[in-house]
């Protein structure tokens, strides 16, 4: 499960470095907050998520470690695919971007919940 999550952080890396240099090449900054939460919650969250997992198994074993790697990696890509069209103002995107977030939110809550349960010295 770490591994798994640290590989799939790598992809969302690439692809905020990739959105980071089409904003500064094109000198349009409309999907800065995209940017912005590929880097966080995609690469950054993950790549944490990944260590911790791998440091801890029997976190990673865990149901909540199972729930949590599938809403992040479900509800985020809803999330930043919903929000670029939301910028480039397609205003029923955003619907989708409350139902990405609410689960990638979710996940993290669960995530949170597994660290105190199942992280131990």
């Given at each position: 499960?770490?591994i ?8 969302y ?6 959105l ?9 900054f409309?999907?800065?907050?995209v ?11 993950l ?14 074993a ?8 599938w ?10 695919l919903?929000l ?9 995107a955003e619907t989708?971007?409350?139902?990405g ?11 949170a919940v597994?660290?105190?349960?199942n992280?131990?010295?």
């Amino acid at each position: 499960m770490g591994i798994r999550l640290i590989k799939i952080s790598a992809l969302y890396f690439v692809l905020g470095v990739g959105l980071g240099m089409f904003m500064s090449i094109s000198h349009g900054f409309q999907l800065k907050s995209v940017h912005a939460h590929v880097n966080l919650l995609g690469w950054t969250a993950l790549t944490l998520a990944g260590i911790i997992y791998h440091l801890f198994p029997e976190a990673a074993a865990s149901r909540l470690g199972k729930i949590h790697f599938w809403l992040h990696n479900i509800g985020l890509p809803v999330m930043l695919l919903s929000l670029s069209f939301y910028v480039y103002g397609h205003e029923q995107a955003e619907t989708f971007i409350a139902i990405g977030a609410t689960i990638t939110a979710l996940g993290i809550v669960l995530f949170a919940v597994n660290i105190w349960k199942n992280v131990k010295a």
